[in-house]
């Protein structure tokens, strides 16, 4: 039985450090608008045509609002406003695929949001045809769409795989339902086990699992028995991600009873025993905060080091050229990020007039391309090449007395508590870190 007291005596001390995500290398908080369309339109322009991309596609709009939500939605309580958000996107598909070489290929295809399971079915089946007619999968692409598991309707189960889904991603968060009640978002064990059922019995074979640590009302132990219930039921991916409390930023975050919230100590705690318990189920940890059955892409890709990182996550994406359609969506290609305007109407007007409707985004320098390069290895692999790096070892000196650090034959190598703290690790190769202050999500 392995003694996790000093493990979890780290990960408390670390746990309350501010730190970015890292989706992103300069993180999106140092875009500006020094990138315009003009600029954009150029680097699509000039993409390798010989390349595969990757294709992301936001839809901002939920049925609900979840009260810890962070991410870029608003409610739709009425379809005009999605259904005109459908049409704008396809002209979006047009415009971008206008500007980019024919025929392009692709690997992976996200729809994220927000909820894109609120398009009608037969809106979703558009914007897939119209995008598989201008984009061509590869023959094992992976397409991929987020789920809000209390809304979707038994047509779209049915319908989803024969438009070429073949990955689901459900949004799990906790089945106790004092935590379900602080969150607002209501959705028992059997709602979970029944839609699994369904998506496995129409042949979707690759689910995700999407948990939260840091709730109101949450414990180790609801936690650790939701994690049971998921690992029940096999999915193929868990996530599990510590909640950002973010307050001054995500406004519907005031209305969960902070009081209630689990602190520093109370998260490493979580986070360490969600971990323990995922491992028993026989997943195994990938990367910060992913965790997935042996035989899935993502525990391959980890073991033979070609794990990536991007804006959705963890990915066995190896694309340079990352396509974001949607308000708010960010583009990545070699010469630097792109995103698209969050305000929808903003980002109407800019499609409708033929522009292509980005808001800011940053032009890569060498440094940038390096440190990302370094950063995104370091929490996909945690291991990098110390001796390359001026400074690397005086850089995370006092995490090495730590333990988060080891330098083995000029590598820099995490352990455990580093890889799980790998986030503050890479604070210390971030040339914009005189900019991480108190008012960012924290390390656990
Ligand atoms: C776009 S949402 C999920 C899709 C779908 N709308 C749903 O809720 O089922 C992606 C995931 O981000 C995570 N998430 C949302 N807000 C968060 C926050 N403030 N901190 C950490 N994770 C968050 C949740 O686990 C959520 O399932
Ligand atoms: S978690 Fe999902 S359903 Fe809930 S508000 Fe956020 S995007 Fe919408």
Redesign the pocket.
């Known amino acids: 039985m392995r003694d996790d007291a000093p493990l979890l005596a780290v990960l408390r001390k670390y746990a309350a450090t501010p730190a970015p995500r890292y989706t992103s290398y300069p993180p999106a908080t140092r875009f500006s608008d020094a990138v315009d369309a003009t600029m954009v339109r150029q680097w699509l322009a000039a993409t390798d045509p010989g390349r595969p991309v990757s294709l992301y596609a936001h839809v901002p709009?939920?049925?609900?609002?979840?009260?810890?939500?962070?991410?870029n939605?608003k409610?739709a309580a009425r379809y005009e406003p999605v259904a005109a958000y459908v049409t704008t996107l396809l002209e979006e598909i047009d415009l971008v695929s206008g500007v980019l070489p024919a025929g392009l290929s692709f690997a992976h295809l996200h729809f994220g949001?927000?909820?894109p399971t609120v398009l009608r079915p037969e809106d979703l089946a558009l914007v897939m045809e119209v995008l598989l007619d201008r984009f061509r999968p590869l023959p094992d692409a992976e397409i991929a769409i987020?789920i809000?598991p209390?809304?979707l309707a038994d047509e779209m189960v049915r319908r989803l795989p024969r438009m070429g889904f073949n990955r689901v991603s459900i949004?799990v968060?906790e089945f106790d339902p004092a935590v379900q009640a602080a969150i607002n978002?209501i959705q028992p064990r059997a709602m979970i086990a029944d839609l699994t059922a369904a998506l496995r019995a129409e042949g979707i074979a690759a689910i995700n699992f999407?948990l939260m640590y840091g709730l109101p009302h949450q414990s180790s132990a609801s936690l650790v028995k939701t994690v049971k219930a998921c690992a029940d039921m096999r999915p193929e991916r868990i996530a599990l991600f510590g909640y950002a409390h973010v307050p001054w930023f995500d406004k519907?975050q005031r209305l969960m009873p902070e009081e209630a919230m689990p602190g520093p100590d109370g998260r490493a705690a979580q986070a360490l025993a969600a971990r323990r318990a995922l491992e028993a189920e026989g997943y195994v940890a990938i990367g910060i905060d992913h965790f997935a059955l042996p035989h899935d892409p993502l525990a391959v890709a980890a073991a033979e080091g070609r794990l990536h990182r991007n804006f959705q996550g963890y990915t066995t994406d190896e694309a340079t050229t990352l396509i974001g359609l949607g308000a708010s969506s960010i583009t990545r290609t070699p010469q630097g990020y792109a995103q698209n305007t969050a305000e929808t109407n903003a980002w109407t007007r800019a499609v409708e007039a033929g522009q292509l409707p980005v808001e800011r985004g940053l032009l890569f320098g060498a440094d940038d391309v390096a440190r990302g390069h370094l950063i995104e290895q370091l929490l996909c692999t945690g291991r990098v090449r110390a001796a390359g790096i001026t400074g690397a070892l005086d850089a995370v000196q006092p995490l090495e007395a730590d333990g988060l650090v080891t330098v083995e034959d000029g590598d820099l190598v995490l352990s455990e508590a580093g890889m799980m703290l790998a986030r503050v690790v890479a604070t210390r190769f971030d040339a914009y870190q005189a900019g991480i202050t108190g008012r960012q999500a924290m390390a656990l």
Do not use: A, P, V
């Open positions: 709009f939920c049925r609900q609002q979840c009260w810890y939500c962070g991410c939605q409610l949001g927000g909820t987020e809000d209390r809304t949004g968060q978002r999407d519907s």
